[in-house]
């Protein structure tokens, strides 16, 4: 079952019933992607929240959809909230969302309590802005980001008004967040922390998890990924689980599709070994990387987006060729010297690939991998030459 149908099958019970555990972290880490503007109470304001199960009869349910391409998944897992004994009864508060295109900031953040002393401080992932994507994406050669100075700025301020101790999580970069938030925060805020969870969020860079501070969180965090793990992969390798799930390809890192068996998740042995090779390419390329280098390509690949009128991936999939003739357009008169730089940075990645195909292919690699190499070697070329066309 998926974490709708367990919310179906398990919602009769309580908190005090079945204890919180790592599903319901993942079932308030989606929630909190929903569009709660103007519906739930900021951090600023002291009011009790709205209860979860009150949702299905606000005035402006209709704005919890406003992404079109999750509308109608999204409205079956809040029913299934809402008629809930166990997520019904909680209170959603504190809610702040943030997006600066300009300095590159998309933050958001809730809490979740119920009368009972249940507290659980859950940060939003990457929505569907460009803005989002590209922060995750700095994530990786950069600390911290905006977005994490907002996440510990927020802990410290619900911290005061939450009383007791506290769950924190998130999915994707709010898995991140949670992590790092209670990595940064001060050691009374950090030991009312009951545990951490991170649900396929991105590592961080080798020194921050060498620091005496991650030290202090290392045996709170649980962090899962799926069996195909792209972003939970990225960055600095922390010790993780692996969840069995629905689909295949990046569509696993959608929650929707984790497979839950009872109130657990149903665990994989190891990711596969495509996403094995993708992050140790991605480990290797890395450590050929400088700051500077990683800088310039996050730069350029999201200037060529923002000059092509893309602002959020909707926007790419209303009509994908004429979207790709944009981006090509763009990246074609990008100045010749900076060009060379950026085949440059390609290059290295290249490398990494073939590096590392040909250790695989000495130790009897999978023909099937072999194939996904040869497709990722076909797109570098196909980037290539579209760098080279307008020269």
Request: net charge negative; hydrophobic share 35%.
């Amino acid at each position: 079952m998926n974490i709708i149908e367990y919310a179906q099958k398990n919602g009769k019970y309580t908190f005090s019933d079945k204890e919180f555990n790592v599903v319901d972290s993942l079932v308030l880490s989606q929630l909190s992607y929903l569009k709660f503007d103007e519906i739930i109470p900021g951090p600023s304001k002291n009011e009790d929240g709205v209860r979860i199960s009150e949702l299905n009869k606000h005035e402006k349910k209709a704005t919890l959809f406003r992404d079109e391409r999750y509308a109608e998944i999204n409205g079956k897992f809040l029913d299934a909230l809402c008629a809930s004994r166990r997520f019904g009864s909680l209170y959603l508060n504190n809610f702040i969302d943030v997006i600066d295109e300009i300095l590159d900031i998309q933050f958001s953040a809730m809490t979740v309590t119920d009368n009972s002393g249940f507290n659980y401080v859950v940060f939003r992932g990457t929505d569907d802005s460009v803005v989002g994507w590209k922060e995750d994406l700095t994530m990786t050669f950069k600390a911290p980001v905006p977005a994490q100075k907002y996440s510990l700025e927020y802990l410290k301020k619900v911290a005061v008004k939450i009383e007791g101790d506290f769950y924190v999580g998130g999915h994707s970069k709010g898995g991140n967040l949670a992590v790092y938030s209670a990595m940064t925060c001060s050691d009374e805020i950090r030991d009312r922390i009951i545990h951490i969870y991170s649900h396929d969020g991105p590592g961080f860079r080798t020194e921050l998890v060498k620091n005496s501070e991650y030290k202090k969180i290392t045996n709170k965090i649980t962090k899962l990924v799926p069996k195909a793990a792209v972003v939970g992969m990225m960055g600095n390798m922390e010790k993780y689980e692996v969840v069995d799930c629905e689909k295949i390809g990046v569509m696993q890192h959608n929650p929707y599709n984790w497979i839950v068996d009872g109130f657990d998740f149903r665990r994989a042995e190891h990711i596969s070994g495509y996403s094995s090779f993708q992050a140790d390419v991605l480990s290797m390329w890395a450590s050929e990387m400088d700051d500077e280098k990683w800088s310039k390509l996050t730069d350029w690949i999201f200037g060529i987006v923002s000059e092509a009128g893309i602002t959020n991936l909707n926007d790419l999939n209303e009509d994908k060729w004429k979207t790709l003739k944009q981006l090509v357009n763009v990246a074609g008169n990008t100045d010749n010297a900076f060009k060379e730089e950026i085949k440059g940075i390609i290059a290295l990645f290249n490398g990494s690939v073939s590096t590392l195909a040909k250790e695989g292919a000495k130790e009897g690699m999978h023909s099937a991998e072999q194939s996904l190499i040869q497709a990722k070697d076909n797109t570098i070329e196909f980037i290539k030459g579209k760098l080279n066309e307008k020269q």
